[in-house]
């Protein structure tokens, strides 16, 4: 699940490892190309937020709803990704949208996916290679097998919040979930129910992951004893609850769930309930 800078550096020349640079930001959309072009690590492939990991909105489905399973696996299989190939995926803020598309290459039926341990911040850091070079397409053939059980709809939030025995984990700032602030999403506030845990706390400062240790110890008394297959994740738009879900995962607590409309999903329906505060 993660690979260390060191066995990147080692695997830029084979062909059987294909990297995807994910950066983005939320407050320009096209920064993130911009940064690429600017410099990244060699052979890496630009994978847009809004565009490559995200699908057409319709002012009900949440801020980045899922692509076509179909269209992603041919983003993936234009860029040399085969069913044999391992993905590693990138940021610079550790993880929080490198972890998108991990799930998303799960989520059609890759298995060799990773995320780089500390991403581009840390490859800078070591002074490694940097190029402004695009790389060439080698297009390889690759089949989605979209498995829908990765996914909680909205109805599933509903149901589930009358029901013992699951938990939803809320990945946003803690000021975001109070309700205290909204800078993005047009009502404040989180569904109710929900656990509060900010995707930066898997981080260690320099954000690499902190040990699986520690992972499952702070989410297992988050959860409390709602089995992990019965554990959805979700923040203000199916994005950073990816960091979180990879975050269980590495702890050795695999099968819980994204909500990927999200809170910019929930509260497109004025009727249905937000809470405030912890």
């Known amino acids: 699940m993660l690979v260390t800078t060191d ?48 699908g057409a909105k319709n002012g009900r489905n949440g801020r980045h709803p899922l692509p076509a399973p179909e269209g992603f696996a041919d983003f993936l299989g234009r860029h040399g990704v085969s069913d ?23 989520w059609i039926g890759l298995t060799k996916v990773a995320l780089i341990s ?67 999403d047009r009502v404040a506030g989180h569904i109710p129910g929900a656990k509060n845990r900010f995707y930066k706390a898997n981080l260690n400062a320099d954000a690499t992951f902190r040990s699986a240790a520690d992972l499952r110890r702070e989410f297992s008394a988050l959860i409390g004893a709602a089995p992990t297959d019965q554990v959805g994740h979700q923040c ?13 995962e590495y702890a050795g607590m695999p099968g819980s769930k994204l909500y990927v409309g999200s809170w910019s999903e ?3 329906d004025p009727e249905r309930p937000i809470a405030k505060g912890e």
């Open 236 to 248: 203000g738009s199916g994005i950073t609850a990816c960091a979180n879900l990879f975050a269980m």
């Open 84 to 106: 044999t190939t391992q993905v590693v995926a990138y940021d610079d803020v550790g993880g929080q949208y490198a972890a998108r598309l991990w799930w998303m290459a799960r």
């Open 118 to 184: 500390g991403g581009y911040t840390k490859w800078l850091q070591e002074e490694r290679p940097v190029t402004a070079e695009i790389p060439t397409l080698r297009p390889a053939v690759l089949r989605a097998i979209q498995n829908p059980s990765m996914i909680w709809t909205t109805a599933e939030v509903e149901k589930r919040m009358s029901l013992p025995g699951s938990a939803l984990v809320d990945a946003r700032a803690p000021e975001r979930f109070r309700g205290d602030v909204e800078p993005i």
């Open 7 to 54: 066995e990147l550096a080692h695997h830029l020349a084979d062909p059987r490892w294909v990297v995807f640079d994910c950066r983005h930001d939320l407050t320009d959309p096209a920064r993130g190309e911009r940064w690429y072009r600017e410099g990244h690590i060699p052979g890496a492939h630009f994978a847009a937020v809004d565009t490559v990991l995200s």
């Open 266 to 268: 929930w509260i497109a």
